[in-house]
């Protein structure tokens, strides 16, 4: 596991929960004898039959510090330290350069740690728990993933789990009428002036890049609500105001909802939440609904 040091509460200080996943991840990585990373990108490289072939560096540097969001302890540098400074501070590595380097498979991008091998034990939290480490549940995602863990049974898990979304999107795709397909297809903003077969071939199109959102899309009220929104502006039914950051009844000009300016939120969700939540959020909902039905 990793050291911690309680001179430096924010060195390796991770909480009991991150705890227990490493601790976990490292009972097997001691059954399995050893773990397995993947390299992330790569470069293509043309070979003298005339192929081409994804190729990536022969030995590859990663940090030997990372910072890891704790959900209990917040930022946390994690890593392995060689030393203190005299002012108290860590010392990543020799010459300061705190710099692994590590021999992967120039052609399957991989390179594997052995649990008998007492310098990959040591090594092992710190990579599993790298931000630079796409499998890292705790990573912080503002830094750019350059590996991954290779977990044969979750990768299974998750891509049947994909598989079980898609199909089930695919049946309901398949399944709806005209004005269901229309609806479902102003979520994502497709214009209602689309023909039914079209619409079908975008949702399907959109299911297929992302199988477990569209899934989840299409089960949820909410999306539904928003779908209400954007196909009554579509229509002409509402209108948004810029200027004043108002909905109004594109036909009366009567203001149905004033909103607060919010730096990143789109109005349409100020508009859902009103429609979901407000006191009269149902009333003015029933009303759009008529008003699309009589056009």
């Known amino acids: 596991m990793l050291r911690n040091y309680p001179n430096s509460p924010k060195v390796n200080d ?15 990585f001691k059954q399995k004898k050893t773990v397995a990373y993947k390299l992330l990108g790569g470069r293509e490289e043309r070979q003298q039959d005339g192929t081409i072939k994804i190729v990536y560096p022969s030995v590859v540097t990663i940090n030997k510090k990372s910072r890891i969001v704790d959900p209990k302890n917040g930022a946390v540098e994690i ?19 705190g710099k692994l380097g590590i021999v992967t498979n120039r052609y399957t991008s991989e390179f594997m740690l052995n649990a008998e091998n007492p310098d990959d034990l040591e090594l092992f939290p710190v990579l599993e728990l790298h931000s630079q480490n796409a499998a890292n549940p705790y990573r912080d995602k503002r830094e750019e993933p350059t590996f991954k863990t290779i977990n044969p049974e979750a990768d299974a898990a998750k891509r049947e789990a994909m598989d079980n979304d898609l199909f089930e999107s695919m049946t309901a795709i398949r399944s709806w009428t005209e004005s269901q397909a229309k609806g479902f297809g102003a979520f994502w903003n497709l214009s209602s002036e689309l023909s039914e077969k079209t619409i079908k071939a975008e949702l399907t199109a959109i299911a297929k890049k992302d199988p477990e959102a569209f899934f989840k899309a299409i089960n949820s009220p909410k999306s539904m ?29 009567e203001i149905l909802l004033r909103m607060d300016r919010k730096e990143g939120v789109d109005w349409k969700d100020d508009f859902v939440q009103f429609l979901e939540s407000a006191k009269n959020g149902a009333s003015v909902k029933k009303m759009i609904e008529n008003k699309l039905k009589a056009k």
Not at 225 to 253: C, E, H, M, W
Request: net charge neutral; glycine share 8%; no cysteine.
């Open 14 to 28: 991770i909480s009991e929960d991150v705890q227990k996943y490493l601790a976990e991840r490292l009972k097997v």
């Open 225 to 253: 609500v928003k779908a209400l929104v954007n196909v009554s502006v579509q229509r002409g039914v509402i209108a948004f105001d810029p200027v004043n950051y108002t909905v109004k009844d594109a036909d009366t000009q």
């Open 79 to 97: 890593g392995l330290i060689q030393s203190w400074t005299k002012e108290g501070q860590p010392n990543w590595g020799s010459a300061g350069t």
